[in-house]
């Protein structure tokens, strides 16, 4: 490949996203920028949810609530006395409920023990509804602390059909050391010398709002809600659904504070109420053509140098946002057959937001990076990234919002869903088929990853987790398998229904629970009656909760075994794969306790229609541990076409070398690359729970001389970079590895080199060329260096890219010291964005030159003079690990100076510096230096201990590894790449 060519490529390309690792001297750069995770509503739930000692659902509920009104002042100055105490935000509840039962004396809500409600100064009331009833009630509460419980007690019945007023005044804070509730956030205001400007914001989910105010806080428990904010100068007040007025607020003393009432909700669970007041400004969608036809405001909110258009002086940041917003609801709303039920549809970037998004009904809320896309400045994977997330919160607008599960138990059943349409909505606004491709490695795989781990759980957790009904188990829902495993679920309803069936289905469920809260029977029982009227299910056979309670109800998947058993028959039978935490016999052991009804479809070398029809051609059901089919075993046969069923396939010698065979040929494309991404991911599973040689998993690495996909080469990298960050211990294994690999990369480069502007096709590319000079490519390193000093010299005429620069920064260093010096340079100088810092930070790194990798490790510890910034130097540390020519130096610095370590980074920067070590094989010496240094330190890493030793267990796992796969003088991976290497 020559330069010119390279040349080319680089004007097109665009980034990556978080997946991959580093190696060897020249680590890989892209898992370093734009780390966004999966599964990012579940990171601060177990921290917070443990601080909420609550531990029940609310007892024998006898009323419900039917509305709320309800008021808060936050206050977010000082000054502004006594009864207005910076960071308080007080209320004031109405709450009308209906009796359910007769002789009701008691009523029992949530409250929070941080609610301070002062019941001598401002008594709770119960009153009647009905004018004219005169009724009272002498009330006398109970605040029960542990339970997050609120009793009213009162001195005469309710009367079952009335409709009560419940009237409570309290004071909320605004937390300052925790992200839910009602809490505080800040950014530094330009607009304003750079001083912190406060932000008063809200984080329910999951059993949050009763710190906010009294309530019903089950998501069962919906009613309608007319809320008021109170704000004061500059600021602006958002609330779930449109301004309906705003007034002077009087009541503060205060000359220019307002106050905004907002319209009706419709019924709404508690966790989804929110507000926020900040000074922020805002970007609107303006509708232009059919596709974008959804007629209500659309507003995207942030501070305001982010959003502001750069003609203005701004980043421009909101713009894409809105617009994507903007075609997201036409499509959902088309896709439903339901309008949106509210007035507008406000998302709000706050800077620290530990849920990552939040749904809630009118005012989504996310951390700035979800939203926020900079042209100039983002890449093309934080790009995509936002439209995912946004597809992911819009479509709960619907899933989760208009219909709710009724208890977290249920939560896939708008999770699983949301996590599915974070694909599906991209595909439905820019007709991007790529986007259904790669939730098969964003998400699918994933799941199937989690469901064999220690901690996993079934779908619906109605045995264990909610026995006790305690709150400090609710977090243990929010995980992969609710999310990724849910969206499995998602999928193979659909495919088994058919696309059209299922959203037909779809529909009538949301109609029918519209406003309302269900459980996962009634999703099966419309989706049931769906497909026999279209012909999908039959009255005879089984309903879809049949089906899917097999898989929803158990934890764990299915092995599919595909055997040969004569010229013309094959058997495929079923059996519990493997976990880590239970040991299965994976011999072809046939037992039908706990198995699956499962969907299986079919492809053929004499019927495959393009891999485009993926309705089961046959079924094993529950209580069937093995079938037969009829198929010429002479031909190869594809089990899970389309990867559609949520489960591994395992295929027996002549079959497998049937399928490989056809994968492998130039033409492979014919098996549909869903279909051969996860036949490469099952089969490198399949070596690490030993139902299958390395030797077979690497074969079909073969097909990748043709493969022009990003799924399939995620896949293929996401398992090959584990093999090389051990194979870099062995020299003579690591060349034979890249000898193997590197022309496989530079065929997909010419592949792929007009792909457009856009898309994965570009991600891709980028991810090639950074695996392409890490592995070092002469060609691309002296490319790199010839484009990094171009930019080091003239950064405004010549810009390198934002998706390409961490490769070219990190490829020029590796190749001259001269480079390290001037990275270091534009580094420390002050005039180097926040964002440029990040990739020159980790690109030093690189280098090949020890002196430098040693100059780089005494700044971590240097008190003074060290120019890199203390944010930083745990990374530094990381990234060190990460260079074969620096480990063991690192570690020996590790060793020596483990207590100041500790003490100037922290405990996270030695979890994660030893993380790091644990994607590499370690000699026995260093293994047992890093054990000693850990149980030398251990009151110190009290917090990290266990993951520590967690850590330390893969290093020794990696150890075994190589005693097996590449053991000294005797190495099958080297053999093997060595014999397959290309002439």
Partial sequence: ?????????????????????????????????????RGYKSGHLPEAIANRAGNGRLPNVNVEPVHYDLSWVPILEDGLGEQYKQFTAPGEVTIRVIAKVPKIKTITLNAHKILTIDFESYPITVKPVVVGDKTTFNVTPVHEFDKEFLILKLDKALTMGSEYKIYIKFIAPIATDDLIGIYRSSFMDPENENKISYIATTQFQSTAARQAFPCFDEPTFKATFKISVAFGPGYVALGNNAVETEAEYSAIGVPGWKINQFKKTPKVSSYLIAFTVAKFGYVEATPGNERNDFKKPVRIYAPKHLIDSIENGGRGGGAYAASESLKLLTAFQKYTGIEYHLDKLDSAGIPDFAAGAMENWGLNLYKIP????????????????????????????????????????QLWLYEGFADYFEFVGSNLIHTDPTALEYRQFDSFQLGLE??????????VNNVDIFKGSTYDDIDQVFTRITYQKGGAMVRMMEALLTPDSFQNGLRTY??????????????????????????????????????????????????????????????????????????????????????????????????????????????????????????????WI???????????????????????????????????ALTRAEILDDYFNFVSYDYSEVENALELTKMLKWETTA??????????????????????????????????????????????????????????????????????????????NKWINHPQLTPIKPDI????????????????????????????????????????????DMDKLNELRSYVLEESNSPIQKEHRGTILRNLAANSLSRPNSITFFNNRAPALIQELGTTAIYNYIKELS?????????????????????????????????????????????????????????????????
């Fill in 1 to 37: 490949m020559n330069i010119l060519f390279l040349a080319i490529l680089v004007t097109t390309f665009a980034n990556f996203d978080q997946t991959l690792a580093k190696f060897s001297k020249s680590p890989l750069q892209l898992s370093k920028i734009n780390t966004l995770p």
């Fill in 370 to 409: 979800y939203l926020l896309y900079y042209p100039d400045e983002s890449t093309e994977a934080e790009r995509l990234f936002v439209t995912q997330i946004l597809s992911h919160e819009l479509i709960h607008q619907w899933l989760g919002n208009l219909v709710t599960s009724d208890y977290w138990d």
């Fill in 450 to 459: 989690a469901d064999v781990s220690s901690s996993t759980h079934p779908v």
């Fill in 510 to 635: 949301l109609k029918k629970h519209e406003f309302g809260a269900v459980n996962q029977d009634d999703l099966f029982e419309v989706l049931t009656a769906r497909g026999i009227i279209d012909g999908k299910l039959s009255l005879d056979g089984p309903s879809m909760k049949d089906i899917m309670d097999t898989w929803t109800l158990q934890s764990g998947f299915p092995l599919v075994r595909v055997s040969k058993a004569s010229d013309n028959i094959i058997y495929i039978s079923q059996e519990r794969f493997k976990n880590d935490y239970v040991v299965y016999n994976h011999e072809h052991e046939l037992n039908t306790e706990h198995l699956w009804t499962i969907p299986v479809a079919l492809a053929t070398a004499d019927n495959n229609t393009d891999f485009k029809d993926l309705t089961p051609k046959l079924w094993i059901h529950s209580n069937t541990a093995l079938r037969s089919y009829t198929h010429d075993t002479k031909k």
């Fill in 638 to 672: 594809v089990v899970n076409a389309g990867s559609v069923g949520f489960y591994r396939v395992l295929y027996d010698e002549p079959l497998f070398k049937n399928l490989v065979n056809e994968i492998n040929k130039p033409e492979s494309a014919i098996v549909s």
């Fill in 711 to 788: 799924v399939v080469w995620d896949t293929a990298f996401k398992h090959l970079i584990g093999y090389l960050n051990k194979l870099s211990s062995n020299v003579d294994a690591y060349n034979a590895f890249k000898a193997y690999l590197e022309p496989k990369l530079l065929e997909a480069l010419t592949a792929i080199k007009n792909d457009g502007e856009e898309g994965r096709g570009m991600i891709l590319r980028s991810k090639l060329l950074d695996w392409t000079c890490s592995l070092g490519n002469s060609e691309c390193r002296s490319f790199a260096t010839y484009l990094f």
């Fill in 805 to 848: 620069a961490p490769v070219i920064i990190c490829a020029a260093i590796a190749e001259s010291t001269d480079a390290y010096t001037a990275a270091l340079a534009k580094y420390i100088a002050p005039d180097t964005s926040a964002k440029t810092k990040v990739y020159l930070m980790n690109a030093l790194g690189c280098s090949d």
């Fill in 919 to 983: 994607q590499f094989v370690l000699t026995t010496d260093q293994l047992q230096t890093i054990e000693n240094t850990i149980e030398a330190n251990k009151s110190d890493l009290e917090d990290v201990i266990k993951s520590l030793e967690a850590l330390v267990a893969s290093l020794k796992v990696n150890i075994e590894w190589m005693s097996k796969f590449c053991n000294e003088g005797d190495c099958r991976l080297q053999k093997w790449f060595e014999m397959n290497k290309p002439i």
